[in-house]
């Protein structure tokens, strides 16, 4: 009975396979690391880099309570799996041919977009004509007009229209196209003509991602036609974009900052983007130059 218990728990041998002179030890799999917890954690991570546009090693770390080594092997794989993109110290969103939906992007650094908005609505004056395109950033500036008196305000956006209606000093004017349910958004055909009808003061538009070489990026081509028509035709153009934009990529080109009148932004551009913009005669407006308030980094840590 003894020799029965004793071989019962002896170790399996290794196997060895012969390999021209030499030999080739197998040894029986390890144990994988409970797949559970690891779950839990990636998908925490997948969720801060939806709602913020990018993860720090460091940060998360510090937030998940694990090792920078953990966050790294964590990062690894999500990237493996395509659904995050690694980046020095850290990860982004992947670049894609789709946008992130609707009221994922309206939770985005929402505090970044309202000073980013109020930085612009002191550049536009009182009595002005102005196009407000498709986005979550525009519609941001909707909400930083509504003390604007004597406005007329032209877009291809039902938000913003929706949001404006609070201010009864300023005339709205729907564009009409197919409604793009997703966002409120009106494209196509349609919309290109009618905003052909109008001249204005001032168009604002928002992206999707800000190239290092200065080019303005989106994924719609159908919204890009009507982001381009207006910058063509106003007689001077914003771009409100928030420093997350430079982390990101899309396929379709709209225009280059070399052809805007200024850029509104939170924190401050790379250098190369900056002298860019300088050599352009752009202006580059920045709300939180020395750095993001200490209340944006607390609430982002939390």
């Known amino acids: 009975m003894l020799q029965r218990v004793i071989a019962r728990f002896r170790p399996e041998p290794r196997m060895s396979l012969a390999m021209g002179a030499g030999s080739r030890t197998f040894e029986p799999p390890r144990r994988r690391r409970p797949e559970a917890a690891l779950s839990i954690r990636r998908h925490e991570i997948l969720e801060i880099a939806r709602r913020e546009g990018r993860v720090l090693v460091e940060d998360l770390a510090g937030r998940l309570g694990v090792s920078v080594q953990t966050i790294r092997r964590d990062l690894g794989e999500l990237a493996d799996d395509g659904r995050l993109e690694r980046v020095h110290g850290g990860a982004i969103l992947p670049s894609s041919v789709r946008n992130i939906g609707y009221e994922q992007r309206r939770a985005l650094n929402g505090e970044a977009k309202a000073a980013i908005a109020a930085l612009c609505a002191r550049a536009i004056p009182e009595e002005a004509s102005l196009f407000l395109s498709i986005g979550t950033s525009t519609e941001a500036v909707a909400r930083a007009l509504l003390a604007h008196r004597n406005l007329l305000v032209v877009t291809n956006n039902l938000n913003v229209a929706n949001i404006l209606t609070a201010n009864p000093s300023c005339e709205i004017v729907l564009t009409g196209g197919s409604l793009r349910r997703s966002d409120g ?3 196509g055909e349609m919309t290109l003509q009618a905003i052909e009808r109008f001249k204005v003061d001032l168009a604002v538009i928002g992206c999707s991602a800000l190239d290092e070489d200065g080019d303005i ?8 036609g ?5 910058v063509r035709l106003a007689r001077r ?5 928030d420093h997350t934009k430079l982390q990101r990529s899309a396929p379709v080109r709209i225009a280059s900052l070399r052809d805007l009148a200024g850029v509104f ?8 983007l900056t002298r860019l913009c300088r050599d352009s005669s752009t202006a580059l407006e920045v ?3 020395e750095g993001a308030p200490a209340s ?7």
């Open 296 to 302: 944006v980094e607390d609430s982002a840590l939390a």
């Open 226 to 230: 009507v982001s381009r028509r207006i």
């Open 287 to 289: 709300a939180w130059p």
């Open 185 to 187: 958004g009106l494209v």
């Open 265 to 272: 932004t939170d924190l401050p551009f790379p250098e190369a």
């Open 237 to 241: 153009s914003f771009l409100v974009a």
């Open 217 to 224: 990026l989106d994924y719609d081509p159908q919204e890009v």
